[in-house]
């Protein structure tokens, strides 16, 4: 395993994150096709084995069940605290109540708090707002989070997608005020969908912040050849339907690309997509889903892989201008 630091601070993290919305109860009825707790086990002991610290959830993600599947695994399988890096993040409502959504100071404090009795753990390494909120002033959000930091429930903090400029903004006040400043960024970037290089990735990489790419398989998309059959994920994930399907005939041309480079290699098309990724500019670690013990095998695997030139250009000359998604 490689490890890299998070953004422009000491703490490493390994190359590879894993993605645990992945894990959780799916009588939620958040996500059908997640694995559920005995199920999971063996991903978290498996990417542990593989040198994986990095571990990467939400509040939301099955209604808070991630989380607790995560902090019991991590104890169960007897991990020191201190050697893991523990992501989480808030935004999207739990419950049907007019302050259950958003990102306000009485949010913050009081999802904070429900996180680390969730996750049975005394403080949160990087805690990420999921999105950006418009009905509350950013400098209320910023200076709450700061306090969270300053109280030591918090290490670090991160945003996810959002307009570059709303990130930037965010930045230049954190700095003014002396608040704890977002160091990491979680954006839709994979070989299907590139709109980020056009500014948040630039950004990113002026203002030293990590960049943690979300999807960066394309929800399994750039893992198998056009036209195979669909997974249960596939047909019952909604979010990924807004996300691919109006440019899935465009992207039929990536995904070809990559499988001759993978056949190529003799390597899996997942190795290439996740190769790619960690080579561009900035990246810090994709978070990476899995549901089959191979996929962990497959991300771990990429870290040897390095794309040469002419299989960069391979991969890269197909794509088109897309619509912005995933905010």
Same mark, same amino acid.
């Given at each position: 395993? !490689?490890?890299?630091?998070?953004?422009?601070?000491?703490?490493? /993290?390994? @190359?590879?994150?894993?993605?645990?919305?992945?894990? *959780?109860?799916?009588?939620?009825?958040?996500?059908?096709? =997640?694995? #559920?707790?005995?199920?999971?086990?063996?991903?978290?002991?498996?990417?542990?084995?593989? *040198?994986? %610290?990095?571990? #990467?959830?939400? %509040?939301?993600?099955?209604?808070?069940?991630?989380?607790?599947?995560?902090?019991?695994?991590?104890?169960?399988?007897? @991990?020191?605290?201190?050697?893991?890096?523990?992501?989480?993040?808030?935004?999207?409502?739990?419950?049907? +109540?007019?302050?259950?959504?958003?990102?306000?100071?009485?949010?913050?404090?009081? &999802?904070?708090?429900?996180?680390?009795?969730?996750?049975?753990?005394?403080?949160?390494?990087?805690?990420?707002?999921?999105?950006? #909120?418009? &009905? +509350?002033?950013?400098?209320?959000?910023?200076? $709450?989070?700061?306090?969270? =930091?300053?109280?030591?429930?918090?290490?670090?903090?991160?945003?996810?997608?959002?307009?570059?400029?709303?990130?930037?903004?965010?930045?230049?006040?954190?700095?003014? !005020?002396?608040?704890?400043?977002? /160091?990491?960024? @979680?954006?839709?970037?994979?070989?299907?969908?590139?709109?980020?290089?056009?500014?948040?990735?630039?950004?990113?990489?002026?203002?030293?912040?990590?960049?943690?790419?979300?999807?960066?398989?394309?929800?399994?998309?750039?893992?198998?050849?056009?036209?195979?059959?669909?997974?249960?994920?596939?047909?019952?994930?909604?979010? $990924?339907?807004?996300?691919?399907?109006?440019?899935?005939?465009?992207?039929?041309?990536? /995904?070809?690309?990559? &499988?001759?480079?993978?056949?190529?290699?003799? =390597?899996?098309?997942?190795?290439?997509?996740?190769?790619?990724?960690? @080579?561009?500019?900035?990246?810090?670690?994709?978070? /990476?889903? $899995?549901?089959?013990?191979?996929?962990?095998? #497959?991300?771990?695997?990429?870290?040897?892989?390095?794309?040469?030139?002419?299989?960069?250009? $391979?991969?890269?000359?197909?794509?088109?201008?897309? &619509?912005?998604?995933?905010?």
């Amino acid at each position: 395993m !490689n490890y890299v630091r998070l953004g422009n601070t000491g703490t490493k /993290v390994s @190359q590879i994150c894993l993605g645990c919305m992945t894990y *959780g109860d799916a009588k939620t009825g958040t996500h059908e096709w =997640v694995l #559920d707790e005995k199920a999971s086990r063996p991903f978290y002991a498996r990417a542990l084995e593989g *040198g994986i %610290n990095f571990f #990467d959830t939400a %509040n939301i993600y099955s209604l808070g069940t991630s989380e607790e599947f995560l902090g019991r695994a991590m104890r169960e399988l007897g @991990q020191r605290r201190e050697d893991l890096v523990i992501a989480s993040k808030l935004h999207n409502p739990l419950r049907r +109540t007019p302050n259950a959504r958003g990102l306000s100071r009485k949010a913050i404090l009081f &999802e904070c708090d429900e996180s680390l009795r969730r996750l049975g753990m005394d403080y949160i390494d990087l805690y990420q707002i999921h999105r950006y #909120d418009h &009905e +509350t002033p950013i400098e209320e959000t910023l200076e $709450a989070l700061d306090g969270l =930091v300053r109280s030591g429930k918090v290490r670090y903090l991160g945003a996810s997608s959002m307009w570059a400029y709303e990130f930037g903004r965010a930045l230049q006040l954190q700095s003014r !005020n002396g608040w704890a400043p977002f /160091v990491t960024m @979680q954006p839709h970037y994979n070989l299907l969908y590139r709109e980020e290089e056009r500014e948040m990735l630039r950004l990113c990489r002026e203002e030293k912040v990590g960049v943690l790419p979300w999807s960066p398989l394309a929800r399994g998309r750039l893992t198998r050849p056009s036209g195979q059959g669909q997974t249960k994920r596939d047909a019952t994930d909604a979010f $990924a339907k807004k996300l691919y399907a109006a440019t899935e005939k465009a992207d039929r041309e990536i /995904v070809d690309a990559v &499988e001759r480079v993978a056949k190529a290699r003799g =390597v899996s098309m997942a190795q290439i997509a996740l190769a790619w990724v960690r @080579q561009q500019p900035g990246i810090t670690a994709p978070i /990476v889903g $899995a549901t089959k013990l191979q996929h962990l095998d #497959d991300a771990i695997a990429s870290l040897a892989v390095k794309l040469t030139a002419d299989e960069l250009r $391979a991969v890269e000359s197909p794509y088109v201008a897309h &619509e912005v998604a995933g905010f």
